[in-house]
């Protein structure tokens, strides 16, 4: 399992540890990456994604995982994510459509 959040890309980043002399070795910096089970509105149903705790802070602020979907690139997000985006805009163009009619 890659090291990534499923909403914004963050992933593995590389620096150095530098020591009080000055000595520098190598060192990853991993995401706080977290298994959260998010509620959809329009779809019903709970969706379980690996997402880093800045994106979780992102999808409280914008609403929702829905909105937050809405929102988002989709080049950032995971092939699953993608798949859920497209469902998500799919049943909002369904839902919309009744009310035009």
Known sequence: MSRRCELTGKGVLVGHRVSHSNIKTKHRFLPNLQNISFTSELLGQSISLRV??????????NG????????ARAEVLS????QLKATI???RA????PAAA
């Open 52 to 61: 880093s705790t800045h994106a979780l802070r992102s999808v409280d602020h």
């Open 64 to 71: 929702g995982l829905d909105a937050f979907l809405a929102k």
């Open 79 to 82: 092939p699953k994510a993608r």
């Open 89 to 91: 805009a799919k049943k």
């Open 94 to 97: 369904e839902a919309a459509e």
